[in-house]
Structures are given as C-alpha cells and as structure tokens.
C-alpha cells in the first residue's frame, strides 16, 4: 500500500528540421517534501490553537517585530486589538517602567529580545489602556532559531500581576496602620507564644521593664514574668479557642523591681498570642488598702 507523491516535467524532443520526435519526461519523488510540509502545516495548526486558548496573554512576534500572532488573553489585557504585520514590539496602546517613566515600544522587553537574541526575564513593566487604567504585567519573551540558528521571531508570555501588586500594596498599607497602632498606643503591647518566645513588642513595655529594645529583644517571657507562666485550665481553653482573655501577672523590671500588670490577651489566627498590658501596681495597692 506504498505510494509515492511525485511531480513531474515533459519538454518535446525535435530532430533537425523541428519536427517533434519525441518527449522527455521528468520525474522527481516529492514524498518526503510532502510529508514534512503536511508536519509543518500540522505543527502550526497546534502552535496557532495552543496560543488562542490559552488562558494566559501570549503573542508572537517576526524577527524584524511585527506581531503575527495573538491570542483573545492578550487583547483584554492590552484593551485594544493590534493590527498584525502592521504593528511592532507589542499591542499595548502605552507601556510604562514600574517607576512611572514611560517605556518606548522599541526599547520594550519584546524589542530587546529581538534585537539581543536572548530572553528578557523579570522585568516588570506597566501596561497603560486607551480608558486609563494600567495593568501590571510580567512579561517574558524568548526568541525562536531555525535549524540553522537563525532568528525568526519570539514569543511572548505576559503575567498579568495587577491583582498581586494590589494585595501587596494593601497589606504593606494595613502593616504600616498596625505598627503606628503598635508603636503609638498607650499600652505595653508584647506578642509571644505558648513557650515563652517573644516575637513583637513596643517601647512602652521596655520602658515599664527598664530594658532597651535591644535587651528586651534577648528576653523570653519567663524572664519578665514571675511566678510560672501556666495559666488556669479555663484561661488556658479560652485563649485557645480565640477568645478575650484578662490575665493578671506580676512583671519583672531590669532593676529587680517588680510591676503588677493587667494584660488582655488574644490568639490571632497564626497562633500567636497579642497581649495589651497596663501598670496596675496604683490600683492594686488602692484594693489592698
């Protein structure tokens, strides 16, 4: 069931006064060229639907930068849709460094890739949209080589991190309120866990202990607490079930001295235990009078 694909040639065979005497005819075995052109074809059919679908913004682009290729992802990322074997470097209306000053297109990580011939890895870049909305975007384009090594094009993967970059910059703004909470409150604040280690603590208990926050930072609990650090069974339950819990322990200052001290403890949900405190050496000795 073998068969061969061929093309073929014929030129007339004259004599001498131009009468046709004949043909010559030409075969060539074009089989392999066939096939390799049918894997081509096929390899660029799954190339062109493994981009379209993919959930990711990926687009291609020739060795000279044109885009040729780009998949729906990278349409609602650069909110618009680029014109291909028109356009350079990238479908972005305006791209920007993450500093604010803006990124030429021919200087984008697609152009260096290109012109380099090597991948832009890691560089961070903001996308700008016609509507003014920027978008941050992780782009990395890698080049492509024929068999011979020849550049091609390359192809560009962008990560849209917008989401990321949000939540980071709420939680640094939500880290910087709890510090200015933590630092300019009225209470001693000290954080700690179950085994006496001290994970976070203020000014004010170094000042009600004596210790600068160099010392207090060597000190584990039992050494500012006197007496044991177990607390009752129903204490003990209670916090651990993250409830609000009034403790009652004498602290133990630098000097030798000692301060009694109200603390309203808490476990967050990492498992460490937040402790506000307050001196309340006066009160106890109006009680005991």
């Known amino acids: 069931n073998d068969y061969f694909i061929i093309s073929n040639s014929g030129a007339p065979m004259q004599d001498e006064v131009g009468n046709v005497t004949g043909a010559v005819l030409v075969f060539n075995d074009i089989t392999e060229k066939k096939k390799n052109e049918t894997e081509l ?3 660029e059919r799954q190339f062109r639907f493994l981009i379209e679908n993919l959930s990711e913004a990926v ?14 992802a990278a349409v609602k990322l650069w909110g618009r849709e680029p014109l291909a074997g028109k356009e350079l470097w990238c479908g972005s209306w ?6 604010g000053t803006e990124l030429p297109h021919d200087r984008s990580p697609m152009a260096l890739a290109l012109k380099t011939g ?3 890895l890691g560089k961070e870049i ?3 949209r016609k509507d003014g909305s920027f978008r941050h975007v992780l782009p990395s384009p890698t080049p492509s080589f024929d068999n011979e090594g020849k ?3 390359a192809v560009n993967l962008l990560l849209d991190v917008t989401d990321k970059k949000e ?8 880290e910087e309120k709890y510090r200015n909470l933590f630092e300019q409150g009225n209470d001693a604040i000290v954080t700690y866990s179950f085994d006496g280690t001290i994970y976070e603590f203020n000014d004010i208990i170094c000042s009600m202990s004596g210790y600068t926050r160099e010392e207090f930072a060597q000190l584990k609990l039992q050494d500012i607490i006197v007496g044991d650090l177990i607390l009752s069974e129903e204490k003990y339950n209670a916090i651990l079930a993250g409830e609000l819990v009034t403790v009652q322990r004498q602290c133990r200052r ?3 001295g000692g301060t009694d001290m109200e603390f309203k403890t808490k476990m967050n949900t990492e498992g460490i235990i937040v402790a506000f405190g307050r001196d309340i050496t006066e009160r106890k000795r109006n009680e005991e009078k």
């Open 41 to 43: 074809r096929e390899s």
């Open 59 to 72: 687009y291609t682009c020739d060795e000279l930068g044109y885009i040729q290729l780009y998949n729906k």
């Open 94 to 99: 305006k791209i920007f460094n993450t500093d």
């Open 118 to 120: 090597r991948p832009v």
């Open 126 to 128: 903001l996308v700008k």
């Open 151 to 153: 550049l091609i094009g």
């Open 167 to 174: 939540r980071e910059i709420l939680i640094r703004k939500t």
């Open 254 to 256: 630098k000097d030798g």
